[in-house]
């Protein structure tokens, strides 16, 4: 599966963003889905992340309550809505999917080489 994802930008803190992850080549109903985001001068962290179905969610605790993660197996396509964003939050932003016969995803949402596809990143730049 092939994934891109759109939707960043420079936003002022307390703003929000909506990124979008668009995949093709194989059904992504298949796929849990995951963001991560790599700050500057940062490792890659966990952000969110979603089960093939949309029937579970995951969140970074940084981020709950802020993010939301949902997607749309019709479409074809995953999104992070983020809201109240802050400076902390400025990073390059990925999504991914891991596919789902894989098992064991409630244990593996959160690391990164878990996952079979990356998306290019996209930066997000909150000001303050």
């Known amino acids: 599966v092939q994934l891109q994802a759109s939707g960043g930008g420079l936003v002022q803190a307390g703003g929000s963003l909506r990124l979008s992850c668009m995949a093709s080549?194989?059904?992504?109903?298949?796929?849990?889905m995951g963001w991560f985001r790599q700050p500057p001068g940062k490792e890659r962290e966990f952000v969110a992340a979603i089960t093939s179905r949309g029937a579970s969610t995951y969140y970074a605790e940084s981020v709950k309550g802020r993010f939301t993660i949902t997607r749309d197996n019709a479409k074809n396509a995953g999104y992070l809505q983020m809201n109240s964003l802050n400076a902390e939050d400025t990073a390059v932003y990925f999504c991914?999917?891991?596919?789902?016969?894989?098992?064991?995803?409630?244990?593996?949402?959160?690391?990164?080489?878990?996952?079979?596809?990356w998306g290019q990143g996209i930066q997000v730049t909150v000001s303050s």
């Open positions: 991914a999917a891991d596919l789902e016969l894989t098992g064991g995803y409630n244990v593996r949402y959160s690391i990164p080489r878990e996952y079979d596809y």
């Open positions: 080549g194989r059904p992504f109903r298949k796929y849990h």
